[in-house]
């Protein structure tokens, strides 16, 4: 039988700028605890589709972790303007209270 990880890198050699399959491959790394390559899927991801709110909040966090909070602040903020600009108020309330808790915790 095939694993999550192997089928979604044959569904990325058909479709290699699909913004799902490189969503999926970037949370299946990092719930795999390669955070390293889970980085690389989501700049991936936003250089092919920087549209794609979800990316920002996950990246961000992911800074978070690996304690580069300089990248975090600047991720949130970029997902902030790009939600803004979609409307998505969901998502730029997620992001704002993302940024409000890793710029001022208490």
């Known amino acids: 039988m095939i694993n999550r990880l192997q089928y979604l890198t044959q569904l990325l050699e058909s479709s290699p700028t699909d913004s799902f399959v490189l969503f999926a491959l970037a949370k299946e790394y990092e719930g795999a605890g390669d ?7 989501y700049i991936r991801l936003l250089e092919s589709s920087p549209a794609y709110i979800g990316t920002y909040y996950h990246l961000g ?28 108020r969901h998502a730029q309330s997620e992001l704002q209270g ?8 208490e």
Request: no cysteine; glycine share 4%.
């Open 35 to 41: 955070d390293v390559q889970a980085l690389s899927f």
């Open 61 to 88: 966090k992911l800074y978070e972790r690996k304690e580069d909070f300089q990248n975090a602040i600047l991720t949130y903020k970029q997902g902030i303007a790009v939600s803004r600009q979609a409307g998505d």
């Open 98 to 105: 993302a940024l409000l808790n890793l710029e001022d915790p």
